[in-house]
């Protein structure tokens, strides 16, 4: 079984920058597709970006395109998302998960969920 972990969240302004990385394990975890979601308070999970096993296809969010990038090295595997201009908006638990293609983009991924890791966008 593929499990993640994620790290990286922390607080920042409005307008400012953050990296969070996803730690993959598990022996097909180069195979599979990884998605960061985030949970807003009050909100359900959504998936803000998502990337192929070997990075040639990659999905943003409406939401993100533009001020996100998702990049991934399966030889350290390891996932990253660097959010840049971060709004108040993008304030949430984000998570990472791991699945085929299609049930990682619309927000079903077959992994455990992790622990998370909160941004808070505030000034």
């Known amino acids: 079984q593929v499990q993640t972990v994620e790290s990286g969240g922390g607080v920042v302004q409005p307008g400012g920058s953050l990296t969070l990385s996803c730690s993959i394990s598990?022996?097909?975890?180069?195979?599979?597709?990884i998605g960061w979601y985030r949970q807003a308070p009050g909100k359900q999970r959504e998936v803000v970006a998502a990337?192929?096993?070997?990075?040639?296809?990659?999905h943003y969010a409406d939401s993100v395109k533009g001020r996100f990038t998702i990049s991934r090295d399966n030889a350290k595997q390891t996932v990253w998302l660097q959010m840049n201009n971060l709004k108040p908006d993008d304030t949430g638990d984000y998570y990472c998960?791991?699945?085929?293609?299609?049930?990682?983009?619309?927000?079903?991924?077959?992994?455990?969920w992790g622990q998370g890791t909160q941004v808070n966008v505030s000034s």
């Open positions: 598990g022996t097909i975890a180069n195979l599979l597709a």
């Open positions: 998960n791991s699945g085929r293609w299609e049930p990682v983009i619309s927000g079903n991924p077959s992994g455990p």
């Open positions: 990337i192929s096993n070997y990075g040639s296809t990659i």
